[in-house]
């Protein structure tokens, strides 16, 4: 058993393996110039949680645009109009420029259904938490897709 451990370990460190979301690749994600465009609060959340960052002197590329959109749908009502059920969705399009031409374009989705509630503050904090999972969501789809 010993030998087998030690054999997988040494197949996994020979093979080139490095972890998705490690930090050696901080630089890589290095903006001359960050342009937002729709929530504020969801494109810094967006930005807080990846290596993305703005810098003047040392970029990779020119120009990062961050357009998200995101929307509440009441999906079924009971017989008095009151809404049972909600659906949010996320939806971010990312685009790179550099040099004036379009480097890369790529848009994100996320969508859950949740019930309503009775407590409307209830229901707004967890508006918020589903959010917040959403946004990690994308985060962790535009990391991906940004390591590509």
């Given amino acids: 058993m010993r030998n087998i451990l030690i054999i997988l370990i040494?197949?996994?460190y020979s093979c080139g393996y490095q972890p998705l979301y490690s930090k050696k690749n901080i630089n890589e994600f290095s903006f001359k110039e960050i342009e937002y465009r729709g929530d504020k609060?969801?494109?810094?959340?967006i930005i807080s949680s990846t290596f993305i960052k703005k810098d003047i002197q040392n970029y990779?590329?020119?120009k990062i645009?961050?357009?998200?959109?995101?929307?509440?749908?009441e999906t079924s009502k009971d017989s008095k109009g009151v809404p049972e059920s909600y659906r949010m969705t996320i939806d971010l399009k990312?685009?790179?420029?550099d040099k004036e031409k379009i480097i890369k374009e790529k848009e994100f989705s996320e969508d859950f259904s949740y019930k309503n509630l009775d407590n409307k503050f209830d229901l707004s904090e967890y508006e918020i938490d589903v959010q917040n999972d959403l946004i990690k969501k994308i985060t962790e789809e535009l990391i991906i897709y940004l390591n590509l």
């Fill in 94 to 97: 990312i685009i790179i420029i």
């Fill in 60 to 62: 990779l590329y020119e």
């Fill in 65 to 73: 645009i961050l357009e998200n959109n995101k929307k509440i749908i």
């Fill in 10 to 12: 040494f197949f996994l």
């Fill in 41 to 45: 609060k969801i494109n810094r959340n």
